[in-house]
């Protein structure tokens, strides 16, 4: 199974997918105005996914400049919010590694 996160400025989706890219189970949420209730939102949300199957891969679409070397949202396109550690937190939440893309 595959998790991708859409972070956008209105909404935020997570969707799983198995293998051969079938949606098998999708939820979208408001994305909160600050960033710390945006990751708590992020952790109530990704168990609701955890006990769906193994996760081969995690992918998150981050609005705006991305620092993928280290892991950091420089400016979001959407939010106010700069030089957060996106990935770090979000590989906290999830257990494992996360592949951050910007999605514009």
Not at 50 to 64: E, F, I, Q, S, W
Not at 69 to 80: E, V
Request: aromatic share 10%; proline share 5%; charged share 25%.
């Amino acid at each position: 199974m595959y998790l991708a996160i859409d972070i956008g400025g209105t909404k935020t989706l997570f969707a799983s997918f198995s293998g051969d890219g079938k949606v098998q189970k999708k939820h979208k949420f408001a994305t909160p105005e600050s960033y710390d209730d945006f990751i708590k939102e992020c952790r109530q949300e990704y168990h609701k996914f955890a006990t769906t199957g193994y996760l081969k891969a995690v992918v998150a679409a981050v609005p705006g400049r991305l620092d993928r070397q280290r892991g950091i949202a420089l400016a979001f396109g959407n939010r106010p919010w700069q030089n957060l550690p996106i990935r770090s937190d979000l590989e906290t939440i999830i257990g494992q590694p996360v592949r951050i893309e910007n999605d514009s």
